[in-house]
């Protein structure tokens, strides 16, 4: 059909996309870009390596259905948002994946199913990491505990002690036994909901929310289209907050988003800022919780002065108002 020529050029041409996609697209491109920046002394949009084990590539993070009314007037503590954050991931894994939990339950005496119980997990969940706290004192490290044993567990924490360095999840994955591999991905979605658990608000609580998270006729091209955050009626101006501490990964413009803002939180945790008339930070910076970092406006493709306020875990939007714990009014009072 082709003449030799011409296909040997459509071959060359379908190699060097090949090349290119498994460059940008898998983990051994991540690897190989990461490694390049660190040579280089650069940066790199690589995800770690585990982003394309913990739900970036396939498997969303579970969003917990409902908090209970004990959450829902205040901001947990750490300890209460990771045992509801590793309830809900223990919940979305299939029974064989939960077996490494329900034998450490079972070891210091708690008995098993409650850990899935909608009405008794949260609590027991928590005192099953507390149990594990003594031996395991990062967080990274007793979820890890719970989700592959912890046997497989301390062999990993072992490892990573004995190589120095800051302990990360992504590093106890790589140094688990073979077989717990998977393991990490429940961690991994433990530690993100806990981290989203414990996120402030961008503005006042009190803003009216003009366009929630979901499916939404698009007020200027008219079509159907998934909104992937919620727009909070502001006066341009008003003072944007950090809802958390993280790094500035994007500062920057566009007709779309207007002058929008990104920030890492870490453990897959992202939050995104649009349409503001002024941006406070640069990217790069590192930021604390309750930092102004941007003058909300109506920048970019927007029909009014607003904040549109996005959370992604692991890549994957989720509606904030999910994790959204304290909810506090301007003057003190409480909104139910």
């Not at 990491?129 to 592959?148: K, Q």
Request: aromatic share 6%; hydrophobic share 45%.
């Amino acid at each position: 059909m082709f003449a030799r020529r011409a296909r040997g050029l459509l071959d060359f041409t379908f190699a060097l996309l090949c090349v290119w996609c498994a460059y940008h697209h898998t983990p051994a491109g991540a690897l190989l870009r990461r490694t390049g920046a660190w040579a280089f002394h650069t940066r790199t949009t690589a995800r770690p390596l585990l982003a394309y084990y913990d739900g970036v590539s396939g498997t969303a993070v579970p969003v917990p259905a409902a908090l209970p009314a004990s959450m829902l007037l205040r901001v947990p503590t750490s300890a209460e948002a990771l045992a509801w954050g590793t309830h809900s991931a223990l919940k979305a894994l299939d029974p064989k994946a939960r077996e490494p939990a329900l034998g450490l339950a079972r070891e210091l005496g708690i008995a098993p199913e409650t850990l899935v119980d909608p009405a008794r997990g949260p609590a027991a969940t928590r005192r099953l990491l507390d149990a594990l706290a003594r031996d395991f004192p990062s967080e990274e490290a007793r979820v890890t505990a719970v989700f592959a044993g912890r046997v497989p567990a301390r062999f990993a924490l072992e490892r990573v002690d004995a190589e120095g360095g800051a302990l990360s999840l992504e590093r106890l994955a790589k140094q688990l036994p073979p077989g717990f591999e998977g393991s990490s991905v429940g961690a991994a979605q433990a530690l993100a909901l806990s981290t989203a658990l414990m996120l402030g608000w961008p503005v006042s609580e009190s803003a009216p929310v003009t366009s929630p998270f979901g499916y939404r006729v698009h007020p200027t091209l008219r079509t159907r289209r998934m909104h992937t955050g919620v727009d909070l009626s502001v006066r341009s101006g008003t003072t944007v907050s950090a809802v958390a501490a993280g790094v500035v990964r994007r500062a920057s413009e566009d007709s779309v988003n207007g002058r929008v803002l990104v920030l890492d939180h870490g453990r897959g945790v992202t939050t995104a800022y649009c349409h503001n008339s002024e941006l406070l930070v640069k990217a790069g910076t590192r930021v604390e919780k309750g930092q102004a970092i941007a003058l909300s406006g109506s920048t970019g493709r927007s029909t009014g002065p607003h904040l549109h306020y996005q959370l992604e875990l692991a890549a994957r939007p989720v509606d904030p108002f999910g994790f959204r714990t304290a909810l506090r009014m301007a003057d003190g009072a409480t909104e139910l």
